[in-house]
């Protein structure tokens, strides 16, 4: 996304509309790879944030780490606690659970596939699917400790659950000292250029901020790419209908941190978990067409591991994508270019993919053509679609039939690129990858192992290491695993020993 010498924008004048995480993400960001010109956030204090408990992906760290931000800080500053991946509860049928792992589960084919030999061997398999991947043991044990980089040892990634509110804060107070200029202010007009970009932004106090390039950080508002140029939104309500969700924080349980996320099939959508330092934060994504508000929040309160810190919040969204996320001189990053439900936390993440197709058009110091502008589109539109596909995936393999919701799920027409992937997974066992996903092959496989959902046939090259060998293989790595584990600390004893506790 960027590297430690700061390179000179074509773009004199940038400004970022809009705080929250994706206005000074990007606002640092743009502080830390550019050199010369100026950075300007534009915020008010009057309009409120989405800022809730935020589950994260492992590319958070990779952020993180480019701007300069040390891990122990950043815990401390936004409550954080380490994620190694997410629970989905009740998705397949109700009492059954799965993990979503950030590891990996050996080779993904050849002879030496795990994968294939534990679907081969079936009922005689040892132990879960989730037992062959370390990541996995380790959060369903509440272990936790960072890769070592020693020779030979377990690979694997983490990222984080923090506080989404302090998150921004602490970037804003990091962005400020490297040059960020903030001016507070409720944007009322928005004056266009002749080409039919935007020029300038009319403050209520009649103060007026102009640029040569806006990045529209504004949330669902959406103020310049949805409202001023009028670019169409992609709606994807068809193949995912929850559209509200019950947002709402409760006191932090007894229990040790979990060091995962939890998603809880419901009858119209999915409650999720996310534990921080000092409370837990629930919430309960819905589909209004299938179930009132009022039900939906009390399902959720039901959810809650401890008394409510404040009433529910409802957020009202739509999920798709703005047409294009460049138009003119306004690219839109966060939730004015589009929205995903976050099943699996990928709205910090597309914020950051955007910054790293942003940064090196800027960083070159070039004029931005319109063919670079199409491809950063296309790409961006390409990487919507993927993620929506690995979400649609989750509801599809369902075997639940006793709501509307999961009947529409398991019946309605897929999307043509999700239909090809299933496809060719249960005629031949390949997962299949187009370019811009925003998930690997891994995780594609961990849902379809999680939800029972094998392939058809076995590939003839598993047959080369016999049954035998093929079952000793698997508990030779679950028992490698058992024992890995068991010599890592719990996940608060590690989490208290980074924070200095």
């Given at each position: 996304m960027m590297n430690p010498q700061n390179a000179a924008s074509h773009f004199k004048r940038i400004v970022v509309v809009g705080g929250g995480t994706a206005g000074w993400m990007t606002a640092l960001a743009l502080a830390t790879g550019l050199r010369g010109g100026t950075v300007e956030l534009v915020e008010s204090e009057e309009i409120g944030i989405v800022g809730v408990g935020e589950a994260t992906f492992p590319s958070i760290r990779e952020y993180n780490r480019l701007v300069g931000i040390d891990e122990a800080e950043f815990l401390r500053a936004t409550n954080g606690t380490y994620k190694l991946g997410i629970e989905f509860r009740d998705w397949r049928v109700r009492g059954e659970s799965y993990f979503h792992t950030f590891g990996d589960f050996g080779q993904l084919s050849g002879p030496e596939a795990l994968w294939g030999h534990y679907r081969r061997l079936r009922e005689g398999?040892?132990?879960?699917?989730?037992?062959?991947?370390?990541?996995?043991?380790?959060?369903?044990?509440g272990r936790f400790c960072a890769p070592s980089t020693a020779p030979g040892a377990p690979v694997y990634k983490y990222a984080f659950h923090f506080d989404a509110t302090l998150y921004a804060d602490f970037l804003r107070k990091l962005a400020l000292t490297r040059g960020v200029r903030r001016t507070e202010g409720r944007i009322v007009d928005v004056a266009r250029r002749a080409d039919g970009g935007v020029a300038s932004l009319r403050l209520a106090d009649g103060r007026e901020v102009a640029g040569d390039l806006f990045i529209d950080c504004s949330g669902f508002a959406s103020l310049l790419l949805g409202r001023t140029l009028a670019e169409p939104f992609v709606d994807f309500g068809h193949w995912l209908p929850v559209d509200r969700a019950w947002a709402c924080p409760c006191e932090r349980s007894g229990a040790e941190l979990t060091p995962y996320t939890r998603a809880t099939a419901l009858e119209a959508g999915w409650a999720w978990r996310i534990p921080l330092q000092n409370r837990t934060g629930h919430g309960h994504v819905f589909a209004s067409r299938f179930i009132d508000e009022e039900?939906?929040?009390?399902?959720?309160?039901?959810?809650?591991?401890?008394?409510?810190?404040?009433?529910?919040?409802?957020?009202?969204?739509?999920?798709?994508?703005?047409?294009?996320?460049?138009?003119?001189?306004?690219?839109?990053?966060?939730?004015?270019?589009?929205?995903?439900?976050?099943?699996?936390?990928?709205?910090?993440?597309?914020?950051?993919?955007?910054?790293?197709?942003?940064?090196?058009l800027l960083?070159?110091?070039?004029?931005?053509?319109?063919?670079?502008?199409?491809?950063?589109?296309?790409?961006?539109?390409?990487?919507?679609?993927?993620?929506?596909?690995?979400?649609?995936?989750?509801?599809?393999?369902?075997?639940?039939r006793d709501s509307e919701l999961w009947r529409h799920m398991a019946e309605m027409e897929l999307p043509p690129t999700l239909a090809f992937k299933l496809l060719a997974w249960r005629e031949t066992g390949s997962l299949h990858m187009y370019d811009e996903e925003g998930f690997d092959a891994t995780s594609w496989l961990a849902i379809h192992a999680g939800m029972g959902h094998w392939p058809m046939r076995e590939d003839p090259v598993l047959l080369e290491l016999g049954r035998d060998d093929a079952l000793q293989a698997l508990r030779d790595r679950r028992d490698a695993i058992a024992a890995t584990v068991a010599r890592l600390p719990g996940h608060d004893v590690f989490l208290n020993h980074v924070l200095g506790r």
């Open positions: 398999a040892p132990g879960s699917f989730d037992e062959q991947c370390l990541p996995s043991v380790m959060a369903q044990q039900r939906a929040r009390e399902q959720l309160l039901q959810q809650l591991d401890g008394a409510p810190l404040a009433e529910p919040r409802l957020l009202r969204f739509a999920t798709g994508h703005r047409a294009r996320f460049w138009v003119h001189n306004v690219v839109a990053l966060g939730l004015s270019s589009g929205f995903l439900e976050p099943l699996e936390s990928t709205s910090i993440f597309l914020i950051q993919s955007g910054l790293g197709r942003l940064m090196p960083m070159s110091g070039a004029p931005v053509g319109a063919a670079a502008v199409a491809d950063y589109n296309t790409g961006s539109v390409r990487q919507f679609a993927r993620i929506r596909d690995f979400i649609i995936l989750h509801y599809r393999l369902t075997a639940r």
